[in-house]
């Protein structure tokens, strides 16, 4: 199962551009790489996902090198409301949904 | 829009008793799940279900059983509560296929077991 690594926390500020790094260094050739989205008293949200180079969204970028054992969720110009939860899920695309693990993510605090 | 639907959001019960949490979703969806959330854990799957009387356990599924007798309906019970199993229960659907489809989530329910 591809482990993944994430910063326990971040600070930013509203107007600013944010970027939460995701380390999965025995990332499989068949996994995908999934980010969710979670405010608090919700679900998670899926906001976006990619396989290699770069995917956006009307929410968010998505930046994964060659390599693929790291990936970065860029959110531009960041409101309050983007304070959140972040999860980013390495996993492949059959085999069981026991190896999609979400850890315990990115905890976001947007200040005015 | 997508809609998944968790009876309760706040739950108390007592050691020892039988628990049913239920969870909707109307959008056709082959897939559902049931995960719990602890503090620095992160979500951790219990059990899932990709069709009717289909269930498959989970990364935690002690404890747990699940029901699916209908496609849209899928329920979690704990069986015997105990005071362990305190934590927030969330609920997912998603499509069949790819294990790379979206999961769509309830809010949750927060269950205090004493």
């Known amino acids: 199962l591809a482990k993944t690594t994430q910063p326990i926390s971040m600070d930013s500020y509203e107007g600013q551009e944010v970027n939460i790094t995701c380390s999965h260094n025995?990332?499989?050739?068949?996994?995908?790489i999934t980010w969710y989205q979670q405010f608090p008293s919700q679900g998670p949200r899926f906001i976006i996902q990619g396989y290699k180079t770069k995917v956006t969204n009307e929410v968010a970028s998505l930046f994964i090198p060659a390599d693929r054992k790291s990936s970065t969720l860029s959110l531009p110009r960041v409101s309050l409301s983007d304070t959140a939860v972040y999860y980013c899920?390495?996993?492949?695309?059959?085999?069981?949904?026991?190896?999609?693990?979400f850890g315990a993510g990115t905890r976001l605090a947007v200040h005015p | 829009d997508v809609k998944v639907t968790q009876s309760s959001r706040y739950l108390v019960k007592r050691t020892g008793e039988k628990v049913f949490l239920e969870c909707v979703q109307d959008?056709?969806?082959?897939?559902m799940f049931w995960y719990r959330q602890d503090p620095g854990l992160g979500l951790r799957l219990i059990y899932f279900?990709?069709?009717?009387?289909?269930?498959e356990k989970g990364d935690i599924p002690e404890g747990y059983s699940v029901s699916r007798e209908k496609k849209e309906r899928f329920s979690l019970i704990l069986e015997s509560a105990s005071t362990n199993q305190t934590s927030m229960y969330l609920c997912?659907?998603?499509?069949?296929?790819?294990?790379?489809?979206?999961?769509?989530f309830g809010d949750g329910t927060r269950l205090s077991i004493l």
């Open positions: 279900s990709y069709d009717v009387k289909m269930k």
């Open positions: 025995n990332i499989a050739t068949n996994d995908y």
């Open positions: 997912a659907s998603s499509l069949e296929g790819e294990l790379n489809q979206p999961q769509h």
């Open positions: 899920l390495v996993g492949p695309v059959s085999g069981g949904y026991n190896k999609l693990i």
């Open positions: 959008m056709d969806h082959e897939n």
